[in-house]
T-cell receptor, first 109, second 114 residues
């Protein structure tokens, strides 16, 4: 089966750092993507991990541990515009993108 | 702007009706994916096409069908509509069909069934 877990909601303060976790159990693993989705809008690509370790991209970083079935997205220097849902998606052996339920992040002033 | 175009943006129709949603992928992308997102729900994979051929199927209802045309645009047909079909329908495209390139999403079609 396919199971991806993320916290439902998180709250953080402007300027702070927040870590959004994603755990997965899927039929195979061929990579993990993180997307940002503002309410009612299209998801936009943030990062991609296929090997273990940390990928850094400006204020956003993503980490992967394949042996633990675990990833996190780290957002630094939070801004109000970062208030959005963050979706973790795993590519399984069938090359299908399986999306998690998403984490709704609220950034407070 | 992702480069993926979806039309129409909004559709309001009655139960039992049939609608067609259209998607034009980014220039150069061969793969098209369709997703359904209901209120406060995650993205549910419906179907994928690669260069005109069906590549993978998700939890797509028998009342739903799709195709990808020679010019690579795709259409999703929804028939015998029910209230529960009300959702945001996203199309996404990628360069290949192997899952190592990101999906680029269109702005979606919001379907309301009354």
């Amino acid at each position: 089966g396919q199971n991806i877990d993320q916290p439902t909601e998180m709250t953080a303060t402007e300027g702070a750092i927040v870590q959004i976790n994603c755990t997965y159990q899927t039929s195979g693993f061929n990579g993990l993507f993180w997307y940002q989705q503002h309410a009612g809008e299209a998801p936009t690509f943030l990062s991609y991990n296929v090997l273990d370790g940390l990928e850094e991209k400006g204020r956003f970083s993503s980490f992967l541990s394949r042996s633990k079935g675990y990833s996190y997205l780290l957002l630094k220097e939070l801004q109000m515009k970062d208030s959005a849902s963050y979706l973790c998606a795993v590519v399984n052996y069938g090359q299908n993108f399986v999306f998690g339920p998403g984490t709704r992040l609220s950034v407070l002033p | 702007d992702s480069g993926v175009t979806q039309t129409p943006k909004h559709l309001i129709t009655a139960t039992g009706q049939r609608v067609t949603l259209r998607c034009s992928p980014r220039s150069g992308d061969l793969s098209v994916y369709w997703y359904q997102q209901s209120l406060d729900q995650g993205l549910q994979f419906l179907i994928q096409y690669y260069n005109g051929e069906e590549r993978a199927k998700g939890n797509i209802l028998e009342r739903f069908s799709a195709q990808q045309f020679p010019d690579l645009h795709s259409e999703l047909n929804l028939s015998s509509l029910e209230l529960g079909d009300s959702a945001l329908y996203f199309c996404a495209s990628s360069v290949g069909g192997t899952g190592n390139s990101p999906l680029h999403f269109g702005n979606g079609t919001r379907l309301t069934v009354t």
